[in-house]
């Protein structure tokens, strides 16, 4: 599968974007797909990740519960993550992967995915 993230840009801090993950050449809805973000100097960290197969399992890292929504539309093969109340903090890159058959105890680990999107650059300003 291929994937392709976009809906990146420079917003203010309380602001809102959504992200969009579009993926090409699988069987999109068996596969988990996670948003990741990595900041300047900075380690790449996990998001949200939402699974496949209809079980439709959801994680969020503590840091963006209650802000950013993650969902998944299989028919447009997009997973979509809604931002808001954006942070300075937020400011980074955003990665969209995915693969398939993962346990749920590996969805928030970036190793346990294959395949990565180009990534796309949100900007927070304060």
């Known amino acids: 599968v291929q994937l392709q993230a976009c809906g990146g840009g420079l917003v203010q801090t309380g602001r809102s974007l959504r992200l969009s993950c579009v993926a090409s050449?699988?069987?999109?809805?068996?596969?988990?797909i996670g948003w990741f973000r990595q900041a300047p100097m900075k380690e790449r960290e996990f998001v949200a990740t939402i699974s496949g197969l209809g079980r439709s399992t959801i994680k969020y890292a503590d840091s963006v519960k209650g802000r950013f929504t993650i969902s998944r539309d299989n028919a447009k093969n997009t997973v979509s993550l809604q931002m808001n109340s954006l942070k300075p903090e937020d400011t980074a890159i955003y990665y969209c992967?995915?693969?398939?058959?993962?346990?749920?105890?590996?969805?928030?680990?970036?190793?346990?995915?294959?395949?990565w999107g180009q990534g796309t650059l949100v900007t927070v300003s304060s």
């Open positions: 050449g699988g069987a999109f809805s068996r596969y988990t």
């Open positions: 992967a995915g693969d398939r058959d993962l346990i749920v105890s590996s969805m928030t680990t970036p190793s346990a995915y294959h395949y």
